[in-house]
């Protein structure tokens, strides 16, 4: 489907809507409705089981979306978290430097200096994007992150944050406080960031409000310990830098083994590459085919970033391989950076009793571009079928309950709704529209079950009293069952992913 | 408990900190730790499962945080969104009024004019509380939302929503295209609001960035019909305005029914008065003779509000009643501020075939306010114990597993961790420490059961192999159960509080 199709569709079924329709829309802002709300939250909460569920040391904080400046200062965003802007003098559009220089560079500006960026722009001579004058100024930096006046004095400065990571450094300290003083140790945020994106385009993937998944695992540069054995054969499809600047822009299916061994690659890094390839593709369902790690050369990726690799999901839609998410081994630098910021020793003693600070590996997810790529490959069309493929635990319904007539089988129904919610099931009742309607409605929403309550399910004394039909979307396999077996199958399928118990972290207790 | 004791309690277990904490802290911004984090968004749950239980017609959105300045202006908050704000000329310090009119009026200066404060201000010749100079200035009004540039272009607005609100009344024309177009109609926001306060104080009770949990319900104003019935015999305590005027401050324990027929108030408001009531008490715990209702008066609520019951609850830590949430009756006056700002007719037909404006019935309530409140109520020391007497479906960890000797019974300890994780109960390993520590961890955090594996569990082929000892928080009451049936009762303990079904809304189907 192509981009404006798909959201349109998720419009109509109160996926998502602009942020303040009826006032036009709000540029790079999204609400979610009913069904997109209950998705997020059910991808925020299969992230959450998924990468926690690595070391009993790793957790979730939820910390304010408000930073002060000095935080915003140590870290380098308050000079560096630039974009490069072009202004047309013109039509006085105002675009960033990467859509200028599309034609003459369709791999973006990402690394360039803005003296490079000027001399592009000096050989290229673009035209303005909008009105195709030549009147485009030099390049300038854009700061992105939006800032507020804080307090009512007057001069104190405050910033949404650009991206949820600064929480987790600052909450370093205060969490070896309350938990065990020993590395590693994993401090996750899911929220919001925000952007003030010059041109936010491409729906979910340039917002200037959106949803971040982060995991910042702090360890001793001396060591972090993973199990890496169990996930040596494992194969990923990666584009690494060396490939890239040959010209190739097809991923290898490499080992993990090679990765590390060939590849020169450190087994920690290499671990988290494939907990987060499985994550997307064995449990949220993303086809593998078209999922893809790149790697970022030394000049694309940021200064601090000692390695950089970045997942991409092939996309109808946007037409192309499009980021959802990243590992990131960032070194010392955020936790030297704060430490220097707030006067506050942030390294800690290792067990072999020298001081060190903590290196930090970062993996992070999109949660809004993950909930658009399920949409871009679950969606499909089959003949008069729209079908959303979305795994069970991720359904914001997990089962239609549908009297096959209102009148006869209705009461029924309803007993069987009540049954299911009370046991914290997401049912929903149906009662509008012929059986297949239903069904279709609910195909399109990506709910996995249907339960018909029929004539046999009310009529007494026969063997199929107190059974109920229960379809199954992918299927369209059919099974009579009681309630009993009936809330087994669905609370089995409703489980959220787990990865395998692994607690490389702690000694064996 | 005094509220600085109660805090580093908060703060030592991780429950939370201030925010930028190692940069000395940001006035009003708080950070969730592990289990605050936990805590707070297991509330959120139990609210949606209460308030969205109401009804089928329900819905819960997640909407942007910030809203463009056309919404804001229309909404009047541009305008009126203020708080009286006094300066002192010799120490440059900033006050609300009501700060500096505190000893001469202690019950605030809500619903008084800017010219009214003044006057009390020229007759009470107050001193400024930090310097003791009498150089105070007159109040001008400070506008309380934090406003961003908006976009690359230079001139553009946006504000962070200073309460949830807005972003229901903005979908509304958006829910009904998606669903029924009937009403009511419910629409859900659990986020994020943010005010710059003048003078944040009273830790969770005056934030700049808080959660709100707000049921914005649009209705037709000719019939709101509820099941008025299954409440007229409830008692609830309420304070009105008119005994209030008399000087009297004890609320009076009277009946739905009381409150509708002598009261005068309308049915759909006392019902869900008494919702409100029973979430906070029955099912949140909180004790019923702590809770009160107070109606504000006409000159105290906001102009739009037709009636306004704030729900308080006595706490130690804060010396008093404080507010935890609300019952508004806001009449037509949002959809219609919108519908003139944005141009878009946001009137609906009714079953009579007239077009109306919907009236909104509005229900919030402050979650980081109501998580203050659960532990100033629930956190109790009792001889050596301190115990938090969490309901289990709030505890952030639901069940401590203990192996008794680590040594001996670790493996089988691990083994009963990892089934009941499997099945998606909040269960924690822990194995430092003697048991009694264990246990006093436990305690003060909430968990309301924990397990012990010990030399019965592991032995084979007595009546007690494979069993464990499960012990109850708060009747210490100890039983050996197998693993089948701890799950069992682990799984009902935790079950999300939900209204009985009501359906107030839909024809019988």
Same mark, same amino acid.
């Given at each position: 489907?192509?981009?404006?199709?798909?959201?349109?569709?998720?419009?109509?079924r109160?996926?998502?809507w602009p942020s303040?329709e009826?006032?036009?829309?709000?540029q790079g802002?999204y609400?979610?409705?009913?069904?997109?709300?209950?998705?997020k939250?059910r991808?925020?909460?299969?992230?959450?089981?998924?990468?926690?569920?690595?070391?009993?040391?790793?957790? &979730?904080?939820?910390?304010?979306?408000l930073?002060?400046?000095?935080?915003?200062r140590?870290?380098g965003?308050?000079?560096?978290?630039t974009?490069?802007? @072009?202004l047309c003098?013109?039509?006085?559009s105002v675009?960033?430097?990467?859509?200028?220089l599309?034609?003459v560079?369709?791999?973006? #500006?990402?690394?360039?200096?803005?003296?490079?960026i000027a001399? &592009?722009?000096a050989?290229?001579?673009?035209?303005?994007?909008k009105?195709?004058s030549?009147r &485009?100024s030099?390049?300038?930096?854009?700061n992105?992150?939006?800032g #507020?006046?804080?307090?009512?004095?007057?001069?104190?400065?405050?910033?949404?944050?650009?991206e949820?990571a600064?929480?987790?450094? &600052?909450?370093?300290?205060?969490?070896?406080?309350?938990?065990?003083?020993?590395?590693?140790?994993?401090?996750?945020? @899911?929220?919001? =960031?925000?952007?003030?994106?010059i041109a936010?385009r491409?729906?979910?993937?340039?917002?200037?409000?959106?949803t971040?998944?982060e995991?910042?695992i702090?360890?001793?540069?001396?060591?972090?310990?993973?199990?890496?054995?169990?996930?040596?054969s494992?194969?990923?499809p990666?584009?690494? =830098?060396?490939r890239?600047?040959?010209?190739?822009?097809?991923?290898?299916r490499?080992?993990?083994?090679?990765?590390?061994?060939?590849?020169?690659?450190?087994?920690?890094f290499?671990?988290?590459l494939?907990?987060?390839y499985?994550?997307l593709?064995?449990?949220?369902?993303?086809?593998?085919?078209s999922?893809?790690?790149?790697?970022?050369s030394?000049k694309e990726?940021?200064?601090?970033?000692?390695?950089q690799f970045d997942?991409e999901?092939?996309l109808?839609?946007?037409?192309?391989y499009?980021?959802?998410?990243?590992?990131?081994?960032?070194?010392?630098? *955020?936790?030297?950076?704060?430490a220097e910021?707030?006067?506050? *020793?942030?390294?800690l003693?290792?067990?072999?009793?020298?001081r060190?600070?903590?290196?930090?590996l970062e993996v992070t997810?999109?949660i *809004?571009?993950?909930?658009w790529a399920?949409?871009?490959?679950?969606l499909? #069309?089959?003949?008069?079928?729209?079908?959303?493929?979305?795994?069970?635990?991720?359904?914001?319904?997990?089962?239609?309950?549908?009297?096959?007539?209102?009148?006869d089988?209705?009461?029924?129904?309803r007993?069987?709704y009540?049954?299911?919610?009370?046991?914290? @099931?997401?049912?929903?009742?149906?009662?509008?529209?012929?059986?297949g309607k239903r069904?279709?409605?609910?195909?399109?929403?990506?709910?996995p079950?249907?339960?018909?309550?029929?004539g046999?399910?009310?009529?007494?004394?026969?063997?199929e009293?107190?059974?109920?039909?229960l379809?199954?979307?992918d299927?369209?396999?059919?099974?009579?069952?009681?309630?009993?077996?009936?809330?087994?199958?669905?609370?089995a399928?409703?489980?959220?992913?787990?990865?395998?118990?692994v607690?490389?972290?702690?000694p064996a207790t």
């Open positions: 489907m192509k981009s404006d199709a798909l959201f349109a569709l998720l419009r109509r109160g996926y998502l303040a009826i006032y036009g829309g709000a802002l609400d979610y409705g009913p069904l997109g709300a209950a998705l939250r991808i925020e909460e299969a992230w959450a089981a998924w990468f926690l569920g690595l070391s009993e040391d790793y957790y &979730l904080i939820e910390p304010s979306e930073l002060p400046e000095a935080v915003v140590a870290s965003h308050l000079e560096n978290f974009d490069p802007e @072009i003098g013109q039509c006085a675009f960033r430097a990467d859509t200028v599309e034609k560079r369709p791999d973006g #500006v990402d690394g360039l200096s803005p003296a490079e001399g &592009l722009l050989e290229a001579h673009p035209k303005c994007p009105c195709g030549d &485009l030099v390049p300038k930096p854009f992105m992150m939006f #507020v006046a804080f307090g009512a004095q007057g001069g104190e400065r405050a910033y949404l944050r650009p949820t600064q929480s987790s450094y &600052l909450a370093f300290d205060r969490m070896c406080e309350v938990g065990r003083k020993a590395l590693p140790l994993g401090v996750a945020v @899911i929220g919001r =960031a925000f952007r003030n994106e936010p491409q729906l979910l993937f340039r917002m200037r409000s959106f971040q998944a995991l910042q702090f360890f001793d540069p001396a060591g972090f310990p993973v199990p890496f054995e169990t996930v040596r494992v194969e990923i990666v584009l690494r =830098a060396d890239r600047s040959e010209g190739r822009s097809d991923p290898a490499i080992t993990a083994g090679a990765l590390v061994g060939e590849g020169g690659l450190p087994e920690f290499v671990f988290h494939v907990q987060l499985r994550f593709t064995s449990e949220l369902g993303l086809p593998a085919a999922v893809r790690f790149l790697e970022k030394e990726r940021a200064f601090y970033n000692r390695l997942v999901v092939r109808d839609s946007l037409g192309g499009r980021e959802v998410g990243a590992v990131h081994y960032r070194g010392d630098y *955020d936790l030297r950076r704060h910021g707030s006067g506050k *020793d942030l390294s003693a290792t067990e072999a009793g020298q060190v600070v903590p290196h930090v997810l999109g *809004d571009r993950t909930l399920l949409a871009d490959c679950g499909t #069309v089959a003949g008069e079928r729209t079908i959303w493929k979305l795994p069970s635990f991720l359904a914001p319904v997990e089962v239609g309950i549908f009297p096959l007539r209102t009148k089988h209705g009461p029924k129904a007993e069987v009540e049954a299911l919610r009370v046991e914290g @099931i997401r049912a929903e009742y149906d009662s509008a529209g012929t059986i069904y279709a409605r609910m195909d399109e929403a990506g709910t079950f249907c339960v018909t309550v029929d046999p399910s009310i009529v007494p004394g026969t063997s009293t107190g059974t109920f039909t379809r199954e979307r299927s369209m396999a059919q099974v009579r069952l009681a309630l009993a077996p009936l809330l087994e199958r669905l609370r399928a409703d489980r959220l992913p787990r990865p395998p118990p607690h490389p972290n702690r």
